[in-house]
């Protein structure tokens, strides 16, 4: 038993077809061919309804189905479908894709008239869904690989339109649309392999006073994790007491209301509450003298890597560096020590987990050794900041090479010619002679405002002119604007292609293309972009009916018409090279 459509039915899976009938009728309303089926959604395990999803490969919408049985047999129901419509999808990638029909329901295939076989539409079936198995980035899986693509589509919603616009309209391949945008799936991948390290925010509890003037503290598994790694000692009277002292409701308890708890604090006002707190006589056994000596109870370790010795640097620049200040003396205030030690121990924690999940290739040591000063300079080197590849960039394409040359040995034997031997001696003199009887005297310097004020008026209007048009909301009608701005990115992206299939990229993350395929590619744009010039007289049509003048329209089109009509120049006239040389 299945709803279609909020319609309850029956839901069969037959050797050629899946097939829903509607309660009451003998013929079924869904008919889907197995050769159809392209991709499957099912509801979460759990859910309130128990549905399915079933993606064409001429519809994406495909159909919903909701079994309707009691919720243990439904879910019994869907994982049998799920099963076998996984398997058949799976042997439809495997197959070639082939031209399908688009489902249609068989009330109007049983028409005694005949009636002419559809013409197979130009779907992503033959251009883009085989493409989309095939990995962008190698070294990675194809589904790690359509889920990184799908991830960077979600979060560039611009991104997201030109790909239905080009992709799936059939325009493009999926290839060619990731072409030059591998750099957005390698970025999406390092975000996800990197490992979120500990919060920096000191473990400092603050109790909520609800109704009654009762405290409310909210414990935590992630609470209790910080508490014991922040303060060793409380862990050590976890273990110590429960469950054979103290239940786990009756610890936490008694230790938000012990003079342990006010001690960790991280802040002077806990000194207050002190007073007030009673004593305990199972947590007063784990309070600890404050830290306040001159000497801190820990021993600090020496620190060796130079990404965090603030002292490194201390004697490079004695000549000229800062004095040390006599006034900053420890322990002047001694109920600041505990306070102030207590934020060290901190930070230090958070480096050490830090540094610890680096390699330990990266975590060097100094060698007293002859080589130390290049030790210390790799010890600041971060590999993540070069480049293991360097780009050696675009050929560039002269012409008159010879003439280029020619002009540059010109031009600096003219230079040579030209230059004289200076005199630095009697050139230092003569400045030295001329600043002779020349006093400083700044504070006497009055600047005329009448230079100043005409430009910093011209830079004034120069800035509100542009947060004037920032500002200003464009006043095209929603339809045309949403439509001219479809027309200029898919545009934009013809543009791309066809200039980065002209001049390949040196290094490329994705397998590269041989020439023939680059110039299949190119002449493929061209006729893409020979078509830009129609769409733009569309929308200025379009736009008369709306109301709004052709030039308008013209004027904002005629950046785009202009980069396409230097592509289409510059095609034909590369193609009248090539002809003319394979006829020489």
């Known amino acids: 038993k299945a709803s279609y459509k909020k319609l309850p039915g029956t839901l069969e899976l037959t050797d050629s077809h899946l ?179 500990r919060p920096g925010q000191l473990v400092d509890l603050r109790p909520q006073t609800v109704e009654g003037g009762e405290v409310k503290i909210v414990i935590t598994p992630q609470l209790v994790h910080d508490i014991f790694d922040e303060f060793p000692v409380v862990a050590r009277a976890y273990n110590d007491n429960v469950p054979n002292k103290l239940s786990e409701a009756e610890f936490w308890k008694r230790y938000f209301q012990s003079k342990l708890f006010n001690a960790h604090r991280a802040s002077i006002r806990s000194s207050a509450a002190q007073h007030v707190v009673k004593d305990d006589p199972i947590f007063d056994k784990y309070l600890e003298k404050d830290d306040d000596e001159l000497e801190p109870r820990r021993a600090r370790n020496e620190v060796s890597d130079l990404f965090i010795n603030i002292g490194a640097t201390l004697e490079d620049h004695v000549e000229t560096g800062n004095e040390k200040d006599v006034t900053m003396q420890a322990g002047r205030q001694r109920g600041a020590l505990p306070l102030i030690r207590k934020f060290n121990e901190h930070s230090e924690r958070l480096l050490n987990s830090a540094l610890g999940e680096v390699p330990p290739t990266k975590r060097r040591r100094i060698d007293n050794g002859n080589d130390e000063d290049e030790d210390a300079y790799a010890q600041i080197t971060l590999d993540d900041l070069r480049d293991p590849e360097a780009m050696s960039g675009i050929t560039l394409q002269m012409q008159d090479r010879e003439r280029y040359f020619e002009g540059q040995l010109t031009r600096s034997a003219s230079e040579q010619a030209s230059s004289e031997v200076v005199d630095v001696r009697a050139a230092f003199a003569e400045l030295k002679h001329g600043f002779r009887g020349w006093e400083p005297r700044f504070s006497q310097l009055r600047k005329d405002k009448k230079a100043g004020d005409p430009a910093l008026d011209s830079m004034t209007q120069n800035v509100s002119a542009r947060l004037d048009i920032r500002t200003r909301k464009t006043d095209f009608p929603p339809t045309l604007f949403r439509q001219l701005t479809t027309c200029q990115t898919a545009a934009n992206e013809f543009l791309r292609q066809f200039w980065t299939s002209l001049y390949p990229p040196p290094t490329t993350t994705s397998s590269s293309a041989t020439p023939s395929q680059n110039a299949a590619k190119v002449a493929k744009m061209a006729g893409y972009l020979s078509k830009t010039r129609e769409k733009v007289e569309a929308l200025v049509r379009a736009g008369q009916m709306e109301g709004v003048e052709p030039e308008r329209v013209e004027v904002a089109m005629k950046p785009l018409l202009d980069a396409v009509e230097h592509a289409l120049a510059f095609y034909r006239v590369r193609g009248a090279k090539n002809s003319t040389l394979k006829i020489a």
């Open 19 to 197: 097939t829903w009938t509607q309660e009451g009728k003998k013929a079924p309303a869904v008919r889907v061919q197995h050769s159809e089926a392209s991709s499957l959604f099912c509801s979460k395990e759990g859910a309130a309804q128990v549905r399915l999803k079933l993606g064409l490969v001429n519809d994406e919408a495909g159909h919903n189905f909701t079994f309707t049985s009691p919720s243990a047999v439904a879910y019994v129901e869907r994982e049998a479908f799920k099963q076998e419509l996984t398997n058949i999808i799976s042997r439809n990638r495997s197959a070639a894709p082939t031209p399908l029909q688009k489902p249609t329901p068989l009330a109007a295939i049983s028409t005694p008239a005949k009636t002419p076989a559809p013409i197979p539409s130009t779907s992503r079936a033959t251009s883009v869904s085989s493409d989309t198995r095939t990995p962008i980035l190698s070294g990675i899986d194809a589904a790690t690989d359509f889920r990184l693509r799908k991830k960077v589509l979600l979060f560039n919603p611009e991104l997201l339109a030109l790909h239905k616009e080009l992709v799936m309209s059939g325009h493009i391949t999926e290839s060619e649309f990731w072409d030059g945008r591998e750099h957005l799936l390698l970025a999406e991948a390092a975000a996800e392999g990197q490992k979120r390290g």
